[in-house]
């Protein structure tokens, strides 16, 4: 097959949750196929990394914009009626290249309902979604954290950017999702249309506890407690800090030597002031999350806001270490119990759950070993990317070819 595979954001590094879930498609698929690769870029250092992927692709074209250009872009959205996040997205350049990749391809992927717009809604070619979350929804959770003026914006991009999934999941042949409950949203909403779950996968090689490198002597001398990921993204952000102040404190009441490590990139002026509390630090960017991880007791996803399948989840869990989250948080699992994972929402039983881990090695090494088991059975990507390419084939095959409509 000839696809073209168009991404809101360059696959590569693959260091966050979208970029992970791309790269690993691309990855896969280029093994037999040949991929036309088309992206934005947000920093221009992520211009080098188009080499990278040029390994695996037959063509790479990447678009540059600014993350104020885009926010200049989307207020657009504001006056015409669109959705900010679909406005902020559109490019002439990409268009372009779009236009030029586009007569070759025999199949489209595109990863983000935002891309949907490149694909002109006469075209016959068949065509897969990957929306990953409903982002729609994700604004509505934003808007009832915020008042004011960011509160009625928020609501407004639920509204709009909710219709937009809608037209575009009735014009596109088939929909992906990274978990059942992100498809039963739009499925409530557009019913009678084909909807496919398909779970992340981790690297089970890079992530791999007898493997990873050492984080030396500051991984000694006390009970950690971790949590990954990117620190400027406002749900991590909330979740650490609502740990910090509502959970920690309980923990350290009967773990006094408890330490909160927090790793990751671009630390807001409220995650960095956390590390003046006390036991908790705040790494920053770090070349590398697994020694943090191995070095750690407990991993925590405390989020009250979050979409889809958390990758921070697996990667613990692969690293064989046990993981205690909120029920947002383990929402895309198919089972958080028992796989090594708990489930606690209020700050008491967080708190309890945790402590129950630090004070006992043995329940912990044995969660940590049934969280491992859990990924290496349910998580592998070679089985993600097998379950896209063939439903690749079946389009390609002319098994799905509804009617379209344009999407506006």
């Known amino acids: 097959m000839n696809i073209l595979y168009l991404a809101h954001r360059i696959p590569y590094p693959p260091d966050k949750g979208d970029k992970i879930r791309s790269f690993h498609q691309i990855r ?6 040949k991929i036309a690769l088309i992206c934005f870029v ?23 914009r600014s993350p104020r250009a885009a926010r200049l872009e989307g207020l657009k959205g504001l006056f015409d009626g669109r959705a900010i996040s679909v406005a902020a997205f559109d490019s002439a350049e990409l268009r372009r290249a779009v236009g030029a990749r586009l ?15 490149y694909i002109p809604a006469a075209s016959s070619i068949p065509r897969l979604m990957d929306f990953v979350d409903v982002d729609s929804d ?5 808007a009832e954290r915020r008042r004011g003026p960011l509160a009625w914006i928020y609501r407004r991009e639920a509204d709009r950017l909710g219709r937009y999934e809608e037209a575009v999941a009735r014009v596109w042949d088939h929909s992906l999702f990274v978990s059942e409950r992100e498809a039963r949203l ?23 506890p007898r493997r990873s490198p050492e984080l030396g002597g500051a991984g000694t001398g006390s009970h950690r407690i971790v949590f ?73 996803a405390p989020l009250r806001i979050a979409r889809g399948l958390q990758n921070k989840i697996l990667e613990s869990m692969a690293m064989a270490l046990p993981v205690v989250g909120t029920k947002a948080a383990f929402e895309g699992l198919d089972q958080a119990e028992g796989s090594g994972g708990f489930v606690a929402d209020d700050p008491e039983a967080f708190a309890e759950r945790l402590v129950a881990l630090l004070q006992d090695p043995a329940l912990r090494r044995e969660a940590g070993e049934r969280a491992r088991h859990y990924v290496e059975r349910h998580h592998r990507w070679p089985d993600h990317g097998a379950a896209l390419e063939a439903l690749l084939s079946k389009l390609l095959a002319g098994r799905a070819h509804p009617g379209r409509e344009a999407v506006s």
């Open 138 to 142: 994700k604004w509505r959770l934003y």
């Open 228 to 300: 990954t990921g990117v620190m400027d993204y406002f749900p991590n952000t909330d979740g650490v800090c609502h740990f910090a102040q509502a959970i920690l404190p309980l923990v350290q009441a009967h773990v006094p030597d408890a330490r909160f490590v927090v790793v990751g990139r671009n630390p807001t002026s409220s995650v960095r002031a956390l590390a003046r509390l006390p036991g908790i630090e705040v790494t920053g960017t770090v070349p590398d999350v697994r020694p943090y991880l191995a070095s750690a007791d407990v991993a925590v």
């Open 103 to 117: 007569p070759a391809a025999d199949v489209v992927v595109a990863f983000s309902s935002v891309m949907a717009q």
């Open 42 to 64: 947000e920093d221009r250092r992520d211009l080098d990394h188009a080499d990278r992927l040029r390994e695996f692709c037959a063509s790479v074209d990447v678009s540059f």
């Open 28 to 33: 896969y698929l280029a093994e037999r196929h």
């Open 186 to 208: 739009l499925r409530n909403r557009v019913p009678d249309r084909p909807l496919t779950v398909l779970q992340n996968g981790v690297d089970l090689a890079y992530f791999d």
